[in-house]
């Protein structure tokens, strides 16, 4: 049987490396069923329709994972809308037009439970997502965002395509982005508390620590990323998240790190900063429905591993 030909968009980011590694397992080695393409913004601008289109024609993929994003934390969001709008929508535009023209028998695109309305109740399902405004900090990329569920439901409506959407939690683990300001909570408090070691200051934390998150190890949502792949045919989005009573306060993810570094005692909490929402609890009831129960990697052995990632590829990681 001919391999099939598996596109990794953003193939070198967190979801994408998490991808490659769980594609490596026996599972998808033993029937040499696939041969998969992480794609870098090196081999090809997806904000480009041409060199998009080129590159399809070339690589001919029979399935696509969309991961590919201009993403940047609540800085970049607030202060570059035109690009995040922008670049998001083309990449996804161009990205699902491609698809299409090339028969690719099935996407899996990657949407993310921060795109909700700002104004919902908890815990949010996938039938919620368009119910009202996104917050108004980041609206540029959380509608261009929504816009691929958007998108690709008129793909399937009008042409009987397979372009499915998953909605993950916050996303954690190697290959992620460590930036102070622009990565996201864990990645930065690692880089953080790795800092305030090395140069003997107080570990300090923005808030209380009180809101809770729901946290979802890379590797896991890889494994489900390529589970939806082969099982999922819903034109419905779905929901891929650990359970609502897994939620961790970001104090204890605090005290989890600062305890991987042995700098427990340096933690602060400066409660003069704002602590942001108390909590945005998805609920993964369709997922547990369809797939049964999934076993997640435990927070305090995900965040060993990023910490002990982190400390490893130091020098060549995002930063
Ligand atoms: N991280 C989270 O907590 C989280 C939570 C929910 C949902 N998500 C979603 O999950 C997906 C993957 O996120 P991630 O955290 O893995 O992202 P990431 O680590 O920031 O990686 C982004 C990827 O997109 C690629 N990319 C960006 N602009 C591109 C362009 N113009 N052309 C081609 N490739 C481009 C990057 O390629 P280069 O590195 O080669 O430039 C990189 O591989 C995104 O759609 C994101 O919205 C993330």
């Known amino acids: ?6 596109l990794v968009t953003g193939g070198t980011g967190l979801v ?25 913004s090196k081999d090809c601008n997806l904000t480009d329709y041409i060199a998009t289109d080129n590159y399809f024609d070339k690589t001919r993929p029979s399935y696509v994972i969309h ?4 993403v940047g934390g609540l800085f970049k969001n607030m202060n570059s809308k035109v690009q995040m709008f922008e670049d998001n929508m083309m990449i996804n535009m161009n990205i699902l037009k491609c698809c299409h023209k090339y028969n690719v028998e099935k996407v899996v695109s990657c949407l993310s439970t921060c795109i ?11 039938e919620m997502l368009h119910n009202g405004p996104p917050h108004t900090s980041n609206d540029a990329y959380e509608y261009a965002k929504r816009m691929i ?18 909605i993950p939690t916050n996303i954690y683990g190697p290959y992620d982005n460590f930036h102070l300001q622009d990565g996201h909570v ?44 082969e099982n999922y045919d819903g034109s419905e989005s779905i929901i891929l998240s650990v359970n609502e ?21 340096h933690l602060v909490f400066d409660t003069t900063k704002p602590d942001g929402q108390y909590r945005k609890t998805a609920d993964n009831s369709k997922l ?21 990632w982190f400390i490893k590829n130091y020098d060549v990681c995002r930063k």
């Not at 991961?67 to 201009?70: E, G, K, R, S, V």
């Not at 979802?216 to 390529?226: K, N």
């Not at 897994?246 to 991987?260: K, L, M, P, T």
Request: glycine residues 4%; proline residues 3%; charged residues 25%.
């Open 1 to 6: 049987m001919a391999q099939k030909i598996v």
């Open 16 to 40: 994408g490396k998490a991808i490659e590694t769980v594609s490596q397992t026996q599972q998808y080695q033993q029937f040499n069923k696939y041969r998969f393409i992480f794609l870098s």
């Open 67 to 70: 991961l590919a994003a201009n």
């Open 116 to 126: 909700f309305p700002d104004k919902t109740t908890y815990p949010i399902n996938e």
């Open 149 to 166: 569920e958007v998108q690709s439901k008129a793909y399937n409506e009008q042409y009987g395509n397979k372009f499915v959407c998953v």
């Open 186 to 229: 864990i990645p930065s408090l690692i880089h953080k508390c790795y800092l305030a070691k090395k140069t003997n200051q107080p570990f300090i934390v923005s808030g209380t620590g009180n809101p809770l998150r729901q946290f979802i190890y890379s590797d896991d949502l890889a494994r489900l990323m390529l589970w939806a792949l």
């Open 245 to 265: 009573n897994d939620e961790v306060s970001i104090g204890d993810v605090a005290r989890e790190i600062a305890h991987n570094f042995d700098y427990e005692e």
């Open 288 to 308: 547990r429905k369809l797939y049964g129960e999934y076993t997640f990697v435990d927070i305090k052995d995900g965040i060993k591993l990023s910490v002990d």
